[in-house]
């Protein structure tokens, strides 16, 4: 059993530090723990801490990282005795005391290691969404959207430990593959330290200093079809205490969004995109260390265009235009940063974070097509500054019970503005007039809030059966204010040394994307060509959902892996995002109800060289009668959706992807492939996309030349069948033009480590 005093005793202490981390200034404080934890003698110093316990949770973390001190306490000289910690064995310590942070106790978990993401078709320069989509119940969309489980978007995102406020929706990724150690996605019903964006939570731990290397790193290229340009450069390092981890890489092609036609080579489709990472650590004392993260994501985006279009509008004289000559372009930008200090107080594990996101996303339109077209071209510029803090505890009440408890605030400064051309029209909507007005709709800014606690208990109560229960308590003041208390609970059972079953319950609350709300004021496009089907515009909210989740891991001798997961999610309004409007950018709405359900099966196998996987899922998520954001819809949709549960247009019936992967004598050869069964299409979701299917082949080796040394070579081949397949036709709810999958690329990588 618990010890209530010691509980108390860890409660009120923790709680006290807490206040007064809220009470000053948030940086001051992490210099000061800093500067208090490296002085000798400190009441804080704990030079010689317990091991932290092994958790189920954390064991396979554990084992690795004893492997690794080891072998780097062995690469020592002499003056780097048993007695003294290196600085790596350090870190490696601290990276195992980071690990009891987060437990995963009844939620359900894929896992890619660098490892794992080399082996596919393109290797390290896969884009983060393709990696994901490798896992159960991912559904592929166009413009870069993922959806796990039936939701849109709703992922998380976490580096070393530390939430990294979302960005606003668009085209390029945020982050890159090169940066990863180990990818693993957490969905399902999970613990109470989770929560806001919980469809899944894409857990990265980053590279950093390998085994103590001075200096060291590596150089590629990744260039081929459609003009693919792809540079990189990665540089690791260490010094002392310093230990330091940077990637950079430039890419540039020719299909920066998916075409609007069936056609091999889209038009107007050009992407410049550069991301930058960087990781740097300083070990204070052997319990203690100051970390900073920080990205940067600049990418510029052409429009593809979709020739033979007829003009519905006239504009002065002109009564034709050329629409494969429209020049629409979008420009985003990520930039983010994150101050922690990190380590345990005795028993106490903890890792307290500052840190702020800027994001943004222009869209500049083809001022004449945009009129002739569409009857509007708006200019729209949306950004968003996010402050955040977060903080969360570990400490081991006894052998059975560990205490896990934090807390998150932020504050975000959304702005969305738009200068917009319109044709004056009468109440059809018909042209009136064929010179445009300007109209500009500035959102009022605000100063959007959220906070969040949470408490929870993970419980060896039998060898054989970990609990894990909790509570957690979220408050929200933007556009409109709610909160929440959410209990957790999950469970996991070895039912023998092969199988483990386990199951959970979550309460979730979820706020809609702040970043993606712009309060249009509808009025001022009344008795315009951009007239809104209605004038209904009640504020997005929250969405409030029970989760439940249950399944079977088999492991089958000693290289076979089944497993098979269920879950139910029932839901009050349902947040969907749907692109309303010329411009590629989301805006979020919600249903009454939602209902959404699925199963997934999961298979792997490796032996001697030879790995594959297999992951099939079924899915169903529906919703009914829009509530909010219902300007967006006509009557006659929002009348049938009203009675009628229809598909959400992400909702795919069938999601299945595999791969495999074999060393024939230093030459790696793979295959893999990505299933869908279609989306949702059509007047509110009644239709359905064509089933679609794309197979990638890979080959690669690493050859030591004369003067060189090793280089590592890689060829892929996607799409090898040059299918074509759609995506997108451009109708359904929230659907904008028609998009279509990638056609067959090849594509060389070099790699030179030095």
């Not at 090793?710 to 451009?730: F, P, Q, S």
Request: aromatic share 10%; with cysteine; proline share 5%.
């Amino acid at each position: 059993m618990i010890c209530t005093k010691r509980v108390v005793h860890v409660l009120y202490c923790n709680t006290l530090l807490l206040l007064y981390l809220i009470s000053m200034n948030k940086t001051t404080f992490v210099l000061c723990l800093g500067l208090a934890l490296a002085r000798p003698g400190s009441a804080l110093a704990d030079p010689a801490p317990p091991p932290a316990p092994v958790t189920p949770s954390s064991a396979a973390n554990a084992a690795g990282t004893t492997n690794t001190a080891t072998r780097n306490a062995k690469s020592k000289t002499a003056d780097s005795a048993d007695t003294t910690l290196t600085t790596i064995s350090v870190s490696v310590k601290l990276d195992q005391s980071r690990n009891q942070l987060s437990p995963d106790v009844g939620s359900s978990q894929y896992v890619f290691d660098k490892n794992a993401i080399g082996q596919l078709p393109q290797g390290d320069a896969t884009p983060l969404n393709q990696i994901l989509l490798r896992a159960p119940g991912v559904v592929n969309d166009s413009l870069g959207q993922l959806h796990v489980r039936g939701d849109h978007a709703d992922l998380q995102y976490r580096i070393n430990g530390i939430i990294i406020p979302e960005s606003i929706g668009g085209f390029g990724q945020a982050l890159d593959a090169r940066i990863v150690d180990k990818l693993s996605l957490l969905t399902g019903a999970l613990p109470a330290q989770y929560g806001y964006r919980t469809a899944g939570v894409v857990d990265i731990t980053t590279k950093s200093a390998a085994d103590g290397d001075t200096l060291g790193g590596s150089v590629g290229l990744t260039a081929g079809s459609f003009g693919t340009f792809n540079p990189s450069v990665d540089v690791h390092g260490s010094n002392g205490p310093w230990s330091g981890f940077f990637s950079a890489n430039f890419l540039k092609n020719d299909v920066g969004i998916e075409n609007p036609t069936p056609a091999r080579n889209a038009i107007h489709d050009h992407t410049d995109q550069i991301k930058a990472f960087g990781y740097l650590s300083y070990v204070l004392n052997d319990s203690a260390r100051l970390s900073f993260l920080f990205g940067a994501t600049n990418n510029r985006f052409q429009i593809p265009n979709n020739p033979a279009q007829q003009p519905a509008y006239q504009l002065g004289n002109i009564t034709q235009y050329d629409s494969s000559t429209l020049d629409q372009r979008q420009f985003e930008k990520n930039v983010f940063g994150a101050l922690a200090l990190q380590g345990h107080l005795g028993d106490t594990d903890y890792q307290v974070s500052i840190g702020q996101r800027y994001t943004s996303v222009n869209y500049q339109p083809d001022p004449i097509g945009d009129l002739v077209f569409n009857g509007i071209a708006g200019t729209i510029a949306r950004n968003n500054r996010a402050n955040t803090l977060q903080t969360d505890f570990s400490t081991p009440l006894s052998s059975t019970h560990t205490l896990r408890y934090g807390l998150y605030a932020s504050s975000e400064h959304p702005i969305a503005n738009s200068a917009s051309l319109v044709f004056p029209a009468d109440n059809n909507g018909h042209q009136t007039s064929t010179t445009p007005i300007t109209i500009i709709d500035h959102s009022p800014s605000i100063n959007a809030r959220t906070y969040g606690v949470y408490v929870q208990d993970e419980w060896q109560a039998t060898d054989k059966l970990t609990v894990n229960y909790g509570l957690r308590g979220d408050k929200v003041n933007a556009y409109v204010s709610e909160g929440q208390w959410s209990p957790r609970l999950g469970l996991v059972y070895q039912a023998t040394d092969s199988t483990v079953l386990h199951a959970g319950y979550a309460r979730y609350f979820t706020p809609p994307p702040t970043e993606l709300i712009s309060a249009q004021d509808i009025a001022l496009f009344n008795g315009t060509t951009n007239q809104l089907p209605n004038n209904v515009n009640a504020q997005t909210l929250s969405e409030r959902s029970h989760y439940y989740d249950a399944g079977v891991s088999q492991k089958i001798g000693d290289h076979l892996t089944l497993g098979l997961d269920a879950y139910y999610r029932s839901v009050t309004h349902l947040l969907d995002e749907g692109q309303f409007g010329q411009a590629l950018i989301y805006s979020p709405f919600n249903y009454a109800r939602g209902r959404i359900r699925g199963i997934e099966f999961t298979a792997n196998y490796d032996r001697d060289g030879f790995s594959a996987y297999f992951n099939l899922a079924s899915g169903r998520a529906t919703g009914k009668n829009v509530v909010t954001g219902q300007y967006n819809f006509t009557p006659e949709e929002l009348d049938y959706i009203a009675t009628h549960w229809v598909h959400l247009d992400h909702d795919q019936r069938l999601t299945s992807s595999g791969g495999l992967s074999y060393d024939w004598n230093g030459t790696r050869l793979g295959a893999d492939y990505l299933y869908g069964s279609g989306l949702r299409a059509g007047f509110a979701n009644t239709e359905h996309l064509p089933q679609y299917y794309s197979i990638d082949l890979s080959v690669a080796r690493t050859f030591d030349l004369p003067s060189l040394g090793k280089l590592a070579v890689r060829l892929a081949a996607i799409n090898i069948t040059d299918r074509v397949y759609v995506l997108r036709d451009g109708t359904g709810i929230g659907v904008g033009a028609p998009q279509y999958g990638p056609r067959r690329g090849l594509y060389l990588g070099l790699q030179k480590d030095f």
